[in-house]
């Protein structure tokens, strides 16, 4: 066996050991540890993208209409589903086992007398891998806010926000408008702004502290776009779609009448990064057919994989799961994080559900477990046919036994799980 692979564990054992109970906010830590590696986040032009829900979408696009290009493009994510390395990606290929490990072996002095956490060091890491790959462009995305988000140390060469929803409030603050705040300072001055919030209000805010950051230009998607005649078919989702001069129909893998917003806000920020970044729509039509987005309304079989975690995204389960032909009846195997507002997703997801089943996913902190009885009180409270399977092994069996159409759901840590035990790769295809 490679030694590296057998040594793998351990250093990812090392980094999880540095995941607190408490999110450590600030940049001075990353700062710092990036300069004892000698600043490779400056060595790579960077596309910085934050937001709620659709981060992951505008990552994806972006990627297969940049490496349809010819271009060697970086990808920054979080969190992972199955493996810690699907976070650091190269040109669809996840950073190796023995650079994990070389990069641990090398760096854990520095990284705790600086007393970086997890993400802090994963972010590390992360750059230190693009800058050694030679990319030509790192497509970042935040991991929990924006402003005091260790990716905030970029310099960008454009920066977008796309969606604002009520989540990590206890971290970012209790309103729309103060989560927006977070979000939008990731924003920097003489650097392009791209917004593609669909709400007015939420608009109003992310461009209002654009400006005020001295971003420029500021770019609103809906002003600049519009997308008619949208679509969910087995393939996934087709529109019309007018942009940067042009009109076409656009055919995307990915599911959901949102991924035509998703589409149009990458199209405008890599229009926004300018030279060899920008894409003409008549060249994305093609390129984005290359889309890959595991666990985002991704079908295996019967098996749906859809990795919302909050109510907004729910609603998009439903809305998708609606549209989309299916066999009934409809299974949902279903774990939310106790901070997650778990009833409006249960709401959300009901009129689709034929019967819930209720777990605990293996991978999801302890500390976060959702109160299971009080969960299936609530689901009887409002009529829904539920039941409580704290084993998540058997409920993926009580799932795919009950389903003609098994939908698993919830949170990463669900999603994430399911795969492993049913051999789902993340990175596959």
């Not at 140390?153 to 796309?162: D, L, Q």
């Not at 650097?191 to 502290?209: K, N």
């Not at 998607?221 to 008619?228: I, K, L, Q, Y």
Request: net charge negative.
């Amino acid at each position: 066996m490679d030694v590296a692979l057998t040594r793998y564990p351990s250093a990812l054992d090392y980094l999880f050991a540095r995941t607190t109970g408490t999110y450590k906010f600030g940049l001075e830590r990353t700062r710092a540890l990036l300069a004892e590696l000698g600043d490779p986040h400056r060595a790579f032009p960077v596309i910085h993208i934050a937001g709620t829900n659709g981060k992951g979408s505008a990552v994806a696009t972006a990627d297969a209409l940049l490496r349809g290009r010819g271009l060697r493009v970086a990808k920054y994510t979080s969190p992972h589903l199955v493996d810690f390395r699907e976070r650091i990606v190269v040109n669809g290929e996840a950073i190796g086992a023995d650079d994990v490990v070389a990069f641990i072996e090398r760096w854990t002095p520095v990284v705790e007398r600086i007393g970086a956490s997890f993400f802090e060091a994963t972010t590390a890491l992360a750059f230190d891998h693009f800058a050694r790959s030679r990319i030509d462009v790192a497509l970042v995305e935040t991991g929990l806010g924006g402003r005091l988000d260790s990716t905030n140390v970029v310099e960008p060469i454009a920066a977008g926000v796309t969606s604002i929803g009520l989540d990590h409030t206890e971290y970012l603050g209790p309103t729309l408008e103060d989560i927006a705040r977070e979000k939008a300072g990731i924003f920097k001055p003489g650097v392009p702004a791209v917004i593609g919030a669909p709400d007015a209000e939420v608009r109003a805010w992310l461009a209002r502290d654009a400006r005020a950051a001295g971003a420029s230009p500021v770019r609103i998607v809906v002003e600049e776009t519009e997308a008619t005649q949208v679509a969910l078919n087995a393939l996934g989702t087709e529109f019309r779609l007018r942009a940067l001069g042009d009109e076409r129909t656009i055919g995307t893998p990915l599911v959901g009448r949102h991924q035509a917003d998703n589409f149009a806000f990458a199209l405008i920020l890599l229009d926004s990064a300018g030279g060899r970044f920008r894409v003409p729509l008549a060249e994305a039509a093609e390129s984005v057919r290359a889309v890959r987005l595991p666990g985002r309304f991704q079908r295996v079989g019967k098996w749906i994989f859809d990795v919302a975690h909050n109510a907004e995204g729910a609603r998009t389960v439903a809305a998708s799961l609606d549209a989309v032909a299916h066999e009934a009846p409809v299974v949902a195997v279903l774990c939310v994080l106790a901070d997650k507002d778990w009833r409006a997703m249960l709401d959300a997801l009901a009129p689709l559900v034929a019967r819930f089943v209720l777990t605990n996913a293996p991978t999801a902190p302890a500390s976060r477990a959702w109160p299971l009885a009080e969960v299936v009180a609530y689901a009887a409270s409002r009529g829904y046919p539920a039941i409580a399977e704290p084993n998540f092994d058997l409920a993926l069996k009580l799932g795919e036994a009950e389903g003609a159409t098994t939908l698993v759901t919830g949170s990463f840590h669900t999603v994430g799980d399911a795969m492993a035990r049913l051999q789902v790769s993340p990175l596959a295809g």
